[in-house]
């Protein structure tokens, strides 16, 4: 089966159906893309052909005649006069007027001549020749991540190992400590009674004292403490905005998306479930014993560690899944029509 793609009204192809199903699965090619193979009446969008799953397995229900579709989305596609062939005019007959569009001048490269067309298939992304067993993206910046044998991939994003994770949530610390660390330098010079912290049920007189510590560190110091807190603060939550990752995530490689869309999550799930719930809950369980919140934490990672979809408690809380980043999750999701 040869199948021919086109987007943008642009088209590309034949592929086999292997190859298909493979860049469905990378998220090379989206469900928005329109497709043709030999059987169907006209071009259709891939996502009402696959029941808007990441893989496609023709059936006679694909192939029957349907008139009703309209093709009309394909029919601007830019041809080029000289650029036709005539074996694969079939492929071309809903819209592409039997042309067949030369994908090196579509992308503005040098032109190949024609004896090497016939020899080899034109690698989209690359320009380079390739055997048919190749893989060939739709992706023009070539971005899209290639999964390894040890990756879990989940419709088409890889999800993040959990020690990943662990090491995102390490840096986080580092850098917390780093920003409070001239208040440390501070403290460490001054003669601590520890005791004040030990009484649970005292928290006042806990409170009262630490205030005392805190008026007693020179103006200057606690200033500078401030500022690089609230400015990691303020350049953790930028960052979480835009892209879905924490300052950690961002150098780990790993991003927060929807279960669902696989994008960004919405601003409610990002900054309310993921983000200030959680310094609520984990600042409340540090300012009773710094065990608790580290057991609460290890108790996350060991429920994302035992789960397929490696979801910890606060993934199903706020329905967000961690993967790999890729840039194709920063794209919003088209409507579907």
């Known amino acids: 089966m040869q199948i021919f793609l086109a987007r943008n009204n642009v088209q590309a192809g034949p592929y086999t159906l ?14 928005d893309d329109l497709m043709w193979h ?39 596609v830019t041809v080029f006069p000289e650029d036709s062939d005539d074996t694969n ?14 994908l090196d001048r579509l992308y503005g490269k040098p032109e190949r001549s024609a004896t090497d067309g016939k020899k080899s ?32 991939v989940i419709g088409d994003v890889i999800l993040a190992p959990v020690m990943s994770r662990i090491l995102a949530t390490a840096v986080n610390g580092l850098l917390y400590i780093l920003a409070i660390f001239p208040l440390v330098l501070a ?33 200057g110091t606690l200033m500078m403490s401030q500022v690089m807190v609230f400015g990691l603060f303020a350049l953790q939550l930028l960052f979480i905005i835009l892209r879905g990752q924490s300052l950690g995530k961002l150098i780990t490689g790993i991003r927060v998306v929807d279960q669902t869309t696989h994008r960004i999550p919405s601003f409610f799930k990002l900054i309310v479930m993921r983000t200030l ?32 979809e490696n979801i910890g408690w606060h993934d199903k809380l706020a329905k967000t899944l961690v993967v790999k980043a890729d840039s194709k999750q920063l794209v919003k999701q088209p409507k579907v029509k």
Do not use: C
């Open 18 to 31: 292997d190859q298909l199903n493979i860049m469905l699965t990378s998220g090379e090619v989206v469900l």
């Open 38 to 76: 030999e059987g169907l009446a006209n071009w259709q969008r891939l996502g009402d052909l696959t029941a808007n799953q990441p893989y496609y397995r023709p059936t006679m229900n694909n192939t029957t005649v349907n008139d009703s579709d309209d093709d009309s989305i394909i029919s601007n």
């Open 89 to 102: 005019t079939s492929a071309n007959q809903d819209g592409l007027n039997g042309k067949k569009l030369s």
């Open 121 to 152: 298939k034109v690698d989209m992304t690359t320009n380079r020749d390739h055997s048919p067993s190749n893989n060939i993206s739709l992706n023009k910046s070539g971005s899209a991540r290639v999964a390894s044998a040890k990756d879990v």
């Open 187 to 219: 403290l460490t010079k001054m003669d601590i009674d520890y005791t004040k912290f030990q009484d649970i049920q005292n928290m006042d007189a806990a409170y009262q004292y630490s205030m005392t510590l805190i008026e007693s560190i020179p103006s």
């Open 277 to 308: 719930l959680l310094l609520i809950v984990y600042n409340l369980l540090f300012s009773f014993t710094s065990f608790l919140g580290f057991i609460v934490i290890a108790v996350h990672y060991y429920m994302a560690s035992k789960s397929p």
